[in-house]
């Protein structure tokens, strides 16, 4: 590799837009049109640039304290020492890198970026290469729609399912856990039920469908049983996180399964900020989960990387977290997927198109792979301009 130098990075915030409103979760109020993504550029001597997005460092951290860690990590530094490269697959860290990448996974989906782009390799091979011919990915936005629109109820929810699959798509997840905050837990529950069996009638019976309670049935077991018995009909892939990661209530969900012929899934991790965590091991270990789901931007690729090496031969696979990604999410999720052997599908928020310069190809509910070098992405410099007022920036 030839020496490319880091000469300036900059951080920008740039709105993504969702399709539509979205509302609560079990834990949060309304979601909103629009969130943020802070866009992470890197530029070497020879034109080259790495992009990533620092959502993860901004939900505490300040514009100056971010650019402080981009300087320290990345400005003057040779393209070639940000990893560790042999037979053009990433095996670690480049030297003196892994204190910079090991509490901002983030960064290191950039470093497979610039490197791959100067050496002209995409980073799905220097992730190990391609498993898969195409990314499969499930739409992630049916939050609790039914209290945005009341008159509507539990058909809101399943005419945006029925919308959804118009669209292309033939994965979608449902957010459930209405009795944890927002409705009394028995009634909250019922909805639950009602919003689940509502969305499998929508959308037929060739549709997957996915479940997340975000906690939303903690100290109510009783409801959960009844919840599993009444939605197992609808036949329901995965379970995920509907009480707090923890090991006698995981054997309980299996019992409760059991019992009423459930054979979903049942996953978590989304939590997890440094994986794999004691719990979420004991979870492992004792199969009581079947997936895996700590951000995928969040602990980056070399991160992801780390964590399927400790699944491995667990029988857990990966399912990383990716809301909150927006569509550079989507595309570093693309590149992940296509290189994970046991990875399962995107999570995705079906931004509308903006500051990238491609979307990948969205076709029979999957993405295609992208083929360029890098992520296979750059920066759509005219959509970016009205940004640019935003841009923060230092140079060596
Ligand atoms: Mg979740």
Known sequence: MPPEVIQSVSVTPIPSSYQKELGKNAYADNRGTQWLEWVVRAKSTGGAEGITIANRFMRQGTVAELLEY????????????????????????????????????????????LVGKVRGASAIDLLGGRKHDSVPAYDTTLYFQDFLVPERGALQVADEAAGAV??????????????????????GMRRDIEVVLAVRDAVGPDVTIYVDGNFGYDDHLDLLDRFIQEV??????????????DVDGYKAIREMQAKHGSKALLTCGEVDRNPISEVFQDLIDDRLIDGYQP?????????????????????????????????????????????????????????LPHFLTTQPEFKDGAYVLPT?????????????????????RVEA
Not at 166 to 187: F, H, N, Q, S, V
Not at 373 to 390: N, S, W
């Open 70 to 113: 981009l300087k320290g990590a990345l400005l003057g530094r040779e393209v070639g020492s940000l990893l560790e490269v042999t037979d053009g697959v990433v095996t670690g860290p480049g030297p003196e890198m892994s204190r910079w990448y090991r509490r901002n996974g983030w960064l290191s989906i950039l470093a497979f970026d």
């Open 166 to 187: 118009a669209d292309g798509w033939k994965e979608l997840k449902i957010k459930t856990g209405r009795g944890g905050r927002w409705m009394m837990p028995e009634a």
């Open 232 to 245: 197992t009909s609808a036949d329901i892939f995965w379970l995920e996180e509907m009480i707090t990661h």
């Open 295 to 351: 951000d995928v931007v969040g602990h980056g690729f070399l991160g992801w990387m780390e964590i399927e090496r400790q699944l491995k031969g667990t029988g857990v696979r990966s399912i990383p977290h990716n809301f909150g990604n927006g569509s550079f999410g989507t595309c570093a999720s693309v590149v992940f997927g296509a290189a994970s052997e046991t990875y399962v599908t995107l999570e995705d928020e079906r931004i």
């Open 372 to 392: 360029g070098p890098g992520l296979g992405v750059d920066i759509d410099e005219a959509e970016f301009a009205p940004h640019a007022k935003h841009e923060f």
